[in-house]
T-cell receptor
């Protein structure tokens, strides 16, 4: 079975500060890992994904994430937060033969203070 | 390119009433997903379609929920009768094909409130 744990349901940072959103996963097969962002009253938008290959993945809006197999982690970072980054962020995992089924974490709400 | 379209965006009904949600996926996308998102939680898969065939409906509460995808394009999710606990956001997503290499594109969702 697969699962995702996002540490911290709410993270607050100042504008210009580092953003770090934590995600740990459990998977019995090589995982595919995703980060999605959800703005209020909108659907989810893919930020980035890890499938195979390079463990440091770059996404949209300046975000990146690093797959660390030994730590079963896939933390999301951005060097400098912008007010427009305030949203809900979801980490998700899927595995082989799952037909693309995504297992989501509970989400982390990011607030950005001016 | 038009995104995934869902309607209605909001729905308020009394318990025991029926309700239906409609989804139009991105043109050419063979795989369609319905997810349930409770407040403060991540989405959970209800059902996945490959063209018109439901290939994973293990999480769909079949006593009150039903879904269809006629002609492998649009899809409808129905609840009959609705219960208070069904209040949530129902998300539809589509991808070109099933599998991990294909991005899922999400619609804005339908927010259901059952009173």
């Amino acid at each position: 079975a697969q699962s995702v744990t996002q540490l911290g349901s709410h993270v607050s940072v100042s504008e210009g500060a580092l953003v770090l959103l934590r995600c740990n996963y459990s998977s019995s097969v090589p995982p595919y890992l995703f980060w999605y962002v959800q703005y209020p009253n909108q659907g989810l938008q893919l930020l980035l994904k890890y499938t195979t290959g390079a463990t440091l993945v770059k996404g949209i809006n300046g975000f990146e994430a690093e797959f660390k197999k030994s730590e079963t982690s896939f933390h999301l970072t951005k060097p400098s937060a912008h007010m427009s980054d305030a949203a809900e962020y979801f980490c998700a995992v899927s595995g082989n033969n799952q037909g693309g089924k995504l297992i989501f974490g509970q989400g982390t709400e990011l607030s950005v203070k001016p | 390119e038009a995104g995934v379209v869902q309607s209605p965006r909001y729905k308020i009904i009394e318990k025991k009433q029926p309700v239906a949600f409609w989804c139009n996926p991105i043109s050419g996308h063979n795989t369609l997903y319905w997810y349930l998102q409770n407040l403060g939680q991540g989405p959970e898969l209800l059902i996945r379609y490959e063209n018109e065939e439901a290939v994973d409906d293990s999480q769909l509460p079949k006593d009150r929920f039903s879904a269809e995808r006629l002609k492998g394009v649009d899809s409808t999710l129905k609840i009959q009768p609705a219960e208070l606990g069904d209040s949530a956001v129902y998300l539809c997503a589509s991808s070109l094909q099933q599998g991990n290499g294909y991005e899922q594109y999400f619609g804005p969702g339908t927010r259901l409130t059952v009173t």
